[in-house]
C-alpha cells in the first residue's frame, strides 16, 4: 500500500487479520484509493459494516467512525445515519452472507427506496469466518463445508436483484481487475442516491481449498479467465453464461 494511504489507516492494527491470499486486503485498497482520488473529507464519512470477514475492512482497519453492527444489520444502521445526519457520507462494506441471507430485505428496500449510501459488498461465496458455510453466492455444484457433495442451488445474482430494485448505480468487478474496480467505487461515492458494488474476492482458506483452487493464484487467474464484460454477456444466451463472472455496470 502506498506511504499517502497509511494516514487513513490505524497503525495499531497490522498485521491485518486477513488470511493469507484473502482478496479483502485488495478491496480495502481500492476502496482507500477511490476516497484519496475523490479529496473526500476522511471526518464526514461512516463506515458501516456487519459480522464476517469483510467486515474488518473498516472495523479496526479505517482510522474513521465506523459501525461494526449486528449480523445482517449494517444497511439499517446506515439508513439510520444517513436519515439522522444527511450532511455524512455513509459506506456499508460488508460480505455475501451478511448482506445476501440475514441482511437481504434490507439491501432490497434500502435499493428500492434509493437510500443514499454506497454498498460495497465483498462476496467470497462462502461463510468465511465461521467455517465455510454455503451462502446465498455460492455457486451452483461448489463444495462447502454443508454442501460436501456440491450446491445444489442456484446462487443469487446480487447486481440483477438490485438493478431489479432501482438501485441508481449497480456494478460488479473483481479484484484482479483494480484499476476499473476504483473506478466504480469512485462513480458510487459520487451517485446521488443508492450504489451497489459487488465485489467478487477470493477465499482461499475456506472456498479455495474445497474447489481445487488452494492459492491465491488460482483463484486470481480463474477469475481473470471466467470474466466476461456486461456488454458481451448481454449477447449470450444463460445457458452460455453459467460460470462465467459478469463484470462492468448494470445501472446507472
Not at 502506498?2 to 486486503?25: D, Q
Not at 441471507?101 to 460495497?120: D, K, P, W, Y
Not at 454455503?134 to 455457486?139: A, E, G
Request: contains cysteine; positive net charge.
Amino acid at each position: 500500500m502506498s506511504e499517502n494511504l497509511l494516514k487513513y489507516l490505524r497503525p495499531e492494527v497490522f498485521p491485518t487479520p486477513f488470511c493469507a491470499g484473502c482478496g479483502h486486503g485488495i478491496l480495502m485498497g481500492a476502496i482507500l484509493r477511490a476516497i484519496d482520488e475523490l479529496e473526500l473529507d476522511f471526518n464526514k464519512i461512516v463506515f458501516v459494516s456487519g459480522i464476517g470477514c469483510a467486515a474488518w475492512i473498516p472495523s479496526p482497519h479505517f482510522a474513521a467512525d465506523t459501525l461494526h453492527t449486528l449480523h445482517g444489520r449494517p444497511i439499517a444502521y446506515a439508513t439510520g445515519v444517513k436519515s439522522f445526519n444527511p450532511e455524512l457520507k455513509v459506506i456499508v462494506i460488508s460480505g455475501d452472507g451478511d448482506l445476501a441471507a440475514i441482511g437481504g430485505n434490507h439491501l432490497i428496500h434500502a435499493a428500492r427506496r434509493n437510500i443514499e449510501m454506497t454498498v460495497i459488498c465483498a462476496n467470497n461465496s462462502i461463510y468465511g469466518m465461521t467455517g465455510g458455510q454455503v451462502s446465498p453466492t455460492t455457486p451452483q455444484n461448489a463444495k462447502t463445508m454443508t454442501t460436501a457433495q456440491g450446491n445444489p442451488e442456484q446462487p443469487f445474482d446480487l447486481c440483477r436483484l438490485t438493478a431489479a430494485c432501482d438501485a441508481r448505480y449497480v456494478a460488479r468487478y473483481t479484484v484482479f481487475h483494480t484499476k476499473p474496480l476504483i473506478n466504480s467505487i469512485k462513480k458510487a461515492l459520487t451517485t446521488k442516491g443508492f450504489g451497489f458494488i459487488d465485489v467478487v474476492s477470493p477465499c482461499p482458506t475456506q472456498f479455495g481449498r474445497r474447489n481445487k483452487q488452494p492459492t491465491l493464484f488460482e483463484m486470481l487467474n480463474d477469475l481473470k479467465t471466467r470474466s466476461i464484460r456486461y456488454e458481451s454477456a448481454k449477447k449470450l444466451t444463460r445457458q452460455e453464461l453459467i460460470g462465467k463472472v459478469v463484470i462492468g455496470e448494470f445501472s446507472d
